[in-house]
C-alpha cells in the first residue's frame, strides 16, 4: 500500500535572514535613514527606494561607498563584501538636477528643486544659486516653493537671496510669491539696509491685494531698526501720502511706527489725508494724527470733525483718537464720547466706551451713568465693552460701586 507523504513547501520569495543587509545612509545636509534590503537587490532599487523616503529624484542622486560610486545595476552585495551593514553616502547629482530643472514639465522641475534643497548643505552658494534661479521661472507655485526654500538654505545677511527677493518684491506678476517674497525680506536682510526697505515701500501702495501692503508695512518697520526716525526711510512713505487714492491707507498705518513724533511737513501729510474722499484713508489719517501729532487744540478740532463723519468707520477711527486729547479739554472729550453712545454704529460705540473708561476720572457720576446705560444696549459687543469699562473705572471709594457690583456680576454671567 502506497503512503503519500508531502513535504511542506520553503518560501522561496522571503530571503533568509543572512542575506539581508543594513544600509546606513546619510546626506551633506545631515539626513540619515536606515534601510535593510537584500544583498541581491540592485543599487537602482535602493535608489527608487531612498526616493520615496527623502522625497527625492532617484536620478538626481548618486551614492557612494568610501571613494566609489555605486552603477545603476550594481547589486547591494557587490559593494558589502560579505558584511551586514553598508554605511552610504548619498549626493546630489548636479548633472541629473540640472536636466529636470529645464525640463518642460514642472512637476519636475520642482522636484528637481526640492532634491536639491533636502540633500545640500545649508549655505552652499551653488545651492543659493541655483534657488534664486528658480525665483525667474514661468511657474508661479515653483516661484513661491523657491522663495519659502531660500529661508531655510540662506543665512542672515546673504546678500544673493536678498537681492534675489527685493526682485521678487518688485516685479514678481503674483501676488502670493510677492506676499512671502516681503515675509521673508525682513529674515534674510540685516537690519538698516536701505536698497530692502525701500523695496518694501514700493509694496505699500499694491493694487491688487491688501495683504502684500500690510506686509509691505511690516517689513519695513522690522527693517528699519536703529534708522527708525530716518529722513530718508520716512520719505519713503511720505512720497505715496502726496498721492490720491485708497492705497494709502497701508502707508498711514506704517509711518506711526517708524517715527515717535512727527516734524510739521509729516504731519500736515497726515492732516491732508483727512479731507480725502475714501473713508478708510479718513479713518486712518485720524489714527496716525493722534499718534504722531501733540495734543493740542488743532488735534482736537481735527478729531471733532472725524466724529461728526457720515461714515462709521471714520467716527471710530475719531472715539479711538478722542482719548489722546482728553488733556486738552476732558470735559468737552466726555461729553462727545458720552453723545457717541447713542451712535447707530455699534462698532463706534464700542470704541466710545473704551475710551471713556481710559479718561474717566475717579467717581465721574456722569460717565458711570452713561456706561450703566451701554448694560442695557442691544448689541452684545458693546454691553460685554461697557461691563470691562466699569470693571476698570477708577473709584474713590466703595460706597460709589455697590451699586454697580450685581449689574457687572449679572452680566459677566
Known sequence: MWELVTTPKVATDVPAAVDIVRIELRSLSGQQTMLEMDRRASVR????QLSVTWEVMADCLKLIVGTQVLGAFDTIGDHCAGASVLSVLAVVSLDGVHKRLNSGN?????MALKTLT?????????LIDEICS???DQDAYLRLTAVEMLLHVSTKGCQQAVDALIVCCRRDACREVRYHALEALPQLAEVGDFTAISAASECLTFRHDERVSRAAGRAMVELAGQRKGDAAVV???VRHLRNRGVLRVSCLRTLPNLIDRADPEVVDAVRDCLSDRYPPVRAAGLEALAMLSPADEDLLTSIRHGLAD????????AAWAAAKVASVDENLVT???????GDP???VRVTSVESLSSIASAGNDIVIAGLCRSLEDNDQSVRDAAVQALARLPVDGERRTSGLVPLIQERLE
Open 45 to 48: 532599487e535602493l535608489l527608487q
Open 106 to 110: 514642472k512637476h519636475h522641475r520642482l
Open 118 to 126: 533636502n540633500l545640500s548643505p545649508r549655505g552652499s552658494e551653488a
Open 134 to 136: 528658480r525665483l525667474q
Open 235 to 237: 520719505e519713503l512713505v
Open 310 to 317: 457720515t461714515q462709521g468707520p471714520v467716527r471710530r477711527a
Open 335 to 341: 461729553a462727545l464720547l458720552l453723545d457717541l453712545l
Open 345 to 347: 454704529d455699534s462698532w
